[in-house]
């Protein structure tokens, strides 16, 4: 029965959210041309043009796959238990996908100001705030549990969601980075949450993975189209969402390493005067060079350490790079905790 029930609540949502993400962002892209809702591809040196928002259609794709799990395991298999939380996901994931929308479809350095991409996610994680958790408390390494109370609703569930949904956005501006760094990330937490018996968060945690997976097959380089913050938000409001409801906090932090180094990064910038952009300056050969004198961003270490090591960067080798410390952070993170 058990394996029965994987393949009715994971396989068959997973390749309805596939699916339907692949044939809408398909669809999707020589409309986008025709509108005009395409951006520079700022990697490249002549700069090609880019269908926008395709990340949307990976988030939709998912919300179905959700809605399919919650059909399956209301009229098939008569159990309800979970469901609560997939509905208060459904609502984050369209709430903050929304508010990334907004800003895509008003445009680069046109839409939200910096200051409401960080707090307007506050009120958008009420959602997961309403949702009488089983616990309160979160275990830290080298300082041991410490209880919240309400305070773990009414604080550091707005706060997560804030850092995860702005986080996911500025690690970006590379052809699959966004992308390929939301399935490593939500990959994880499908093993651990397996792992720990938290079989409903592996299962939402494979469909949005088989959503960016049909978006990743647009998005890998050469990018045929860009994510917008429909998809960072939303993504990284999912991941947030996983990791508080699985009670795996201190395991999500861990892997949120490489996006606490860019947090740095960027306000080593502001106090430096710039505001940075993570792109790199693209050579007639299709390498990279940084785009300042100093590191601002995890995407200008990855440019410095490729030139370093094999001579030259290109913004395919800059996004392996990485993806692979992000791999060596998982692994971390599977140690410890």
């Keep these: 029965m058990f394996s029965q029930d994987i393949i009715l609540l994971a396989i068959f949502p997973m390749f309805v959210s596939f699916f339907i993400t692949y044939i809408l962002i398909k669809r999707w892209i020589p409309i986008a041309h025709k509108l005009g809702y395409v951006g520079k591809d700022m990697n490249k040196y002549d700069h090609p043009k880019v269908a926008e928002i395709g990340g949307l259609y990976a988030i939709i794709g998912t ?7 919650v059909g399956v395991k209301s009229y098939i298999l008569k159990t309800y238990d979970t469901l609560i939380y997939v509905f208060s996901i459904i609502s984050l994931l369209s709430l903050v996908t929304i508010l990334g929308l907004f800003d895509d479809i008003l445009g680069w350095k046109k839409g939200l100001k910096t200051w409401q991409k960080l707090f307007l996610p506050l009120p958008l994680s009420l959602p997961l705030m309403v949702i009488p958790l089983d616990h ?3 275990n830290l390494l080298f300082i041991g549990t410490i209880d919240f109370g309400i305070f773990y609703s009414l604080l550091l569930i707005p706060l ?5 949904a702005n986080a996911v956005n500025m690690l970006a501006g590379y ?3 966004e992308a390929a760094m939301s ?13 720990m018996g938290q079989y409903f968060i592996t299962q939402i945690s494979l469909i949005a993975i088989s959503s960016i997976i049909a978006f990743l097959i647009f998005n890998w380089y050469p990018a045929k189209v860009f994510p917008g913050n429909a998809f960072t938000f939303g993504i990284g409001s999912l991941f947030g969402a996983l990791v508080i ?5 201190y395991f999500g932090l861990i892997l949120f390493t490489l996006y606490f180094l860019e947090l740095f990064l960027f306000l080593r910038g502001i106090f430096n005067g710039i505001y940075k952009e993570n792109f790199g300056k693209p050579n007639e050969d299709g390498s990279l ?3 300042y004198n100093k590191i601002y961003s995890v995407t200008h270490l990855s440019i410095k350490l490729n030139k370093i090591i094999f001579g030259k960067a290109t913004e395919k080798n800059v996004v392996l790079f990485i993806l692979l410390m992000q791999v060596l952070i998982t692994i971390l993170a599977f140690l410890i905790i």
Excluded: D, H
């Design 245 to 249: 409801f699985g009670n795996m906090e």
């Design 63 to 69: 919300i179905f796959g959700l809605l399919i799990y």
């Design 175 to 177: 052809n699959g980075l």
């Design 136 to 138: 309160t408390s979160i």
């Design 183 to 195: 399935l490593m990330l939500l990959g994880a937490v499908s093993i651990k949450s397996f792992l």
């Design 289 to 291: 060079e940084l785009p």
């Design 160 to 164: 997560a969601i804030l850092g995860t």
